[in-house]
């Protein structure tokens, strides 16, 4: 099995003096960091252009990480009604081209559950929210 958990971000001089394998100090070290060189490492040796993971609040909705050969998606806008992050999609087309469709928080915010104190569920007469300008269409 692959257990990725937390790649080394956030501080330039990181991306170049943490290669490896680490435990996660900001997650009481139950959890491993893997430096961009280990990514580099698993895509070579399994045949793989990109690396694909979620599960981690960034505020754009996605991030890049070891050269643009990992990427972090996370669809959940203004997480737990206090990050403000924008969510994102990733869209895979049939020629495996990827694209973004990012969902800014500020535009999605009326309707957020975190929003409604009493109603978890958005009211039915919502909005439609227009795509994104240059989004993957299927």
């Known amino acids: 099995p692959v257990f990725f958990s937390s790649c080394f971000r956030r501080v330039k001089a990181q991306l170049t003096s943490h290669t490896g394998v680490h435990a996660n100090a900001v997650r009481g070290g139950v959890t491993t960091?893997?430096?961009p060189d280990r990514v580099e490492?698993?895509?070579r040796?399994?045949?793989l252009e990109l690396m694909v993971r979620s599960h981690q609040c960034v505020m754009g909705g996605y991030e890049f990480f070891?050269?643009?050969r990992l990427v972090t998606v996370f669809?959940?806008?203004n997480y737990?009604?206090?990050?403000?992050n924008d969510g994102a999609m990733l869209c895979v087309s049939r020629e495996l081209r990827i694209a973004?469709?990012?969902i800014k928080a500020k535009?999605?915010?009326p309707f957020s559950s975190w929003s409604i104190a009493d109603n978890p569920t958005p009211p039915r007469d919502r909005k439609v929210m227009p795509a994104a300008a240059g989004a993957f269409q299927a």
């Open 33 to 35: 960091q893997y430096g």
């Open 41 to 43: 490492e698993f895509l």
């Open 45 to 47: 040796h399994n045949g």
């Open 66 to 68: 070891a050269g643009q």
């Open 75 to 77: 669809s959940a806008t």
């Open 80 to 84: 737990c009604g206090r990050y403000d």
């Open 100 to 102: 973004f469709h990012v």
């Open 107 to 109: 535009a999605r915010s």
